[in-house]
């Protein structure tokens, strides 16, 4: 990652979460709805700032999905379009940060990931059952 101005979400909750982390050096003991979360750090489409992201921790031998549920809406969030455009993003799992490489998922191997996400954090099946939209889900593999 670029050094750039690093801008927080405008999303009160989102902020708390990442001004904790951020505070603490850890996600450690952090949840959402009981389930605990990892920090990804990204660059947006179009101001190329990097911005934090607190995501559902889905990982299966050390690589991590992302969902881009957003809670069922029938839009994709917005740092789904950033990662698309900026697939190098930063993950903090704990105390421990990596670079990875995001690509978006398909087929079996989505189905697979979904699995993962699931089990990880069940309500992203009712999130699925909300929306007509295929919930997006990246895999993020280490770089290098």
């Not at 993962?116 to 997006?136: C, G, Q, S």
Request: net charge negative; aromatic share 10%.
């Amino acid at each position: 990652m670029t050094e750039n101005a690093v801008e927080l979400s405008p999303t009160g909750w989102v902020q708390d979460q990442t001004k904790k982390i951020l505070e603490t050096g850890t996600t450690e003991g952090l949840t959402v709805q009981g389930s605990p979360i990892v920090l990804l750090t990204l660059k947006g489409a179009k101001s190329g700032k990097l911005r934090y992201t607190p995501v559902m921790r889905v990982e299966h031998e050390g690589s991590y999905a992302v969902v881009a549920s957003r809670g069922g809406a029938d839009t994709h969030p917005i740092w789904y379009y950033n990662l698309r455009a900026h697939p190098e993003v930063v993950l903090q799992d704990g105390t421990v940060t990596k670079t990875y490489v995001a690509r978006e998922v398909e087929g079996d191997e989505r189905a697979g990931w979904w699995g993962h996400a699931v089990a990880a954090f069940p309500r992203y099946a009712e999130y699925e059952a909300k929306t007509d939209r295929l919930i997006p889900v990246f895999v993020l593999e280490p770089k290098g």
